[in-house]
């Protein structure tokens, strides 16, 4: 069974597509054959407000000179990471999954399995919140959709439905630049999750 939830949100930050990627890690190894840079251990990329961090990163670059990061969770240990701020806002996007893709062409990222991607109000107030088995954002439109799928099944869930907590945008106290509040990212998700109410229009369309 397989639901979707599709959302527009305001504009990213514009200057990120034009700045460089930037990352660090435990160790670094070049596949020739590949073309792939391999970064494992600790691996924080950033390419101006984006930020992710994963257990290991490979990336690949194009002839057009667009390059490919894709992020992936250690067995155990915490899920890959990512995180943007919202254009003119005090807000950021925050999302995670065991496998991160982004791709620095379309601009647009792939979080797998676990996903979750969360709207916060000064980096720490969680305003929007959604899981699903597969979500998909385009960071600079700032569009997402989410996919239910097996993963999401748990005695909550029995159905495995994509899950949504949206706050009224008129009632957010946060759609202002310039919105006190610090920068921390939330809290990563953990376990079962307690039930959320799922929306009428979310889910199976054949339902």
Known sequence: MLGALASPLAHAERADRDKPLNIES??????????????????TMTKGTILLKADRVEVTQDPEGYQYATAY??????????????????EYIDGWGQTIYYNGKTEVATLTTQATLKRLAGGTRVLDEIHGSVITYD???EVYTANSGADQVNA????????ATLA???ATG???PGAGGASKPAAAPKGDLPPLSPSKSIGNPRE
Do not use: C, E
């Not at 240990?77 to 990512?82: F, I, K, T």
């Open 139 to 141: 960071t600079y439109n």
């Open 26 to 43: 435990d160790h670094m190894s070049y596949d020739d054959l590949k073309q792939v840079n391999i970064f494992t251990g600790n691996v």
């Open 168 to 170: 009224p945008r008129n």
């Open 156 to 163: 909550n869930n029995p159905n495995g439905r994509v899950r």
């Open 174 to 176: 946060a759609n202002q």
């Open 73 to 90: 969770y250690k067995p155990g240990g915490p899920l890959a990471y990512m995180r943007q701020k919202r254009d003119g806002l005090d």
